[in-house]
């Protein structure tokens, strides 16, 4: 029988515990519209399991791209869906209970997590996720844990610095740095009057 990995059974807990606690803090002075963003970023993923053409040990770095949609249902609290595209072909060392080393070599992988983000202010996000990377040779399931900042330009426009560990069961893990731009559809316009 597989062992439950605590990681995962963590990250659900911290999910469900947003869910319900989300109708009492959604209680302030002005009433909260909910909104939905969508964003484009772009970066690199590094990876210290990578592996160069003599078989040695090695960081990688890859380019990505990263789409993310979020709904923000409550003042602190959203979800969201973020995929990440490597646009490389790359070898990694997996991680391996065994201690046995195996080479992987990854081709363009797609990786999207469901997200739970907790926004303590209008500027930092805290999301904690699972997902999973897809590849044509083998998928691997995968949590996530992101921290973001972001500063609004106007209109809804928001540019954004992201911060991203990956945990990939079995298989590897990344650190992701990124700067990107969201737009923010369904917010409460501020009247003339408050400006």
Request: aromatic letters at 14%; one cysteine or more; glycine letters at 10%.
């Amino acid at each position: 029988m597989e062992k439950i990995n605590p990681l995962c059974v963590g990250v659900a807990m911290a999910i469900a515990i947003i869910f319900f606690n989300a109708k009492a803090y959604a209680q302030d002075e002005e009433p909260f519209k909910p909104k939905h963003s969508l964003g484009l970023n772009i970066g690199h993923e590094q990876s210290f399991s990578g592996v160069d053409e003599n078989g040695n040990k090695k960081l990688v770095g890859l380019p990505y791209w990263g789409l993310d949609y979020n709904f923000q249902f409550a003042r602190k609290f959203a979800v969201g869906l973020h995929t990440d595209f490597v646009t490389e072909t790359f070898k990694v060392e997996k991680n391996l209970e065994s201690g046995e080393k195996e080479v992987v070599e990854r081709s363009f992988p797609i990786a999207p997590a469901v997200m739970g983000l907790y926004k303590p202010t209008e500027h930092w996000s805290f999301g904690l996720g699972m997902g999973a990377e897809f590849e044509k040779e083998e998928n691997y399931v995968l949590n996530r844990v992101a921290v973001e900042y972001g500063a609004e330009i106007r209109n809804g426009w928001e540019v954004f610095g992201v911060l991203q560990y990956d945990f990939r069961w079995k298989a590897y893990d990344t650190w992701t740095i990124g700067l990107g731009i969201s737009k923010a559809f369904g917010r409460q316009q501020k009247s003339a009057a408050a400006d």
